[in-house]
């Protein structure tokens, strides 16, 4: 089975700045895929980032991007530039190639302050 | 635009009283799947469909009952709601990796 960990249940950060989010994962699986996904309060999650276990470079989505390090199964998720309307709730997910269904970490909550 | 759509996007029931809450979606997606999401809690998979293939979890109770009638429905339907029952109710779809989430449906049991 696979486990998603996110250590920080609540991050701040001012407008403007860089904040980083930690997510850790167990599996003995070497083909998978892995996520974060945003939810705004009240409103519904939706996909930041996805990266595959397989490619080595790391995925970069406009102002977020992450640091995947597949030894020692980490992926954090770097937002740049923070925005007001990146305040919301973020989860780190994995998923098994082939397979179709999430393992959720529990969530960070991130607050950007004007 | 193609979306997900659930409704109703409030749903007050009674303690006991069968409620039903119901997905759409215009993606044409094969893989539909209805997930449990306490307050600050992470998203909880009841169960998902592969097309016409119905996979539940095993920790989902028994209360829980979906139906899937084509691609574009599914349905929740909780038998018998208790107080523990009360969340926002996801439905999202996919065609293998990516998942796309509705509004949800907030239940109050009262």
Redesign the interface.
């Not at chain 1, 409103?43 to 996909?47: C, E, G, S, V």
């Not at chain 2, 600050?40 to 998203?43: D, V």
């Not at chain 2, 293998?96 to 949800?104: A, C, T």
């Given at each position: 089975a696979q486990t998603v960990t996110q250590s920080q249940p609540e991050m701040s950060v001012q407008e403007a700045e860089t904040v980083t989010l930690s997510c850790t994962y167990d599996t003995s699986e070497s083909n998978y895929?892995l996520?974060w996904y945003k939810q705004p309060p009240s409103?519904?999650?939706?996909?930041v980032i996805?990266q595959e276990a397989y490619k080595q470079q790391n995925a970069t989505e406009n102002r977020f991007s992450v640091n995947f390090q597949k030894a020692a199964k980490s992926f954090s998720l770097k937002i740049s530039d923070s925005q007001l309307g990146d305040t919301a709730?973020y989860?780190c997910a994995f998923?098994k190639r082939g397979y179709?269904?999430?393992t959720?970490?529990?969530?960070t909550?991130l607050l950007v302050s004007p | 635009d193609a979306m997900v759509i659930q409704n109703p996007r409030y749903q007050v029931t009674q303690f006991g009283k069968p409620v039903t809450l119901s997905c759409s979606q215009t993606l044409n997606h094969n893989?539909m799947?209805w997930y449990q999401q306490k307050s600050?809690?992470?998203?909880k998979?009841l169960f998902?469909y592969?097309d016409k293939d119905f996979n539940n979890e095993a920790d989902t109770p028994d209360n829980f009952q979906s139906r899937r009638p084509n691609t574009s429905f599914c349905f929740l339907d909780i038998r018998s709601p208790g107080l523990g029952d009360a969340a926002m109710y996801?439905c999202?779809t996919?065609t293998?990796?990516?998942?796309?989430?509705?509004?949800?449906t907030r239940l109050t049991v009262l």
């Open positions: 895929y996520f409103r519904q999650m939706i996909l996805r709730m989860f998923m179709s269904t999430l959720f970490g529990k969530g909550m | 893989v799947y600050s809690q992470a998203p998979l998902h592969y996801l999202a996919s293998g990796v990516e998942q796309f989430f509705g509004p949800g």
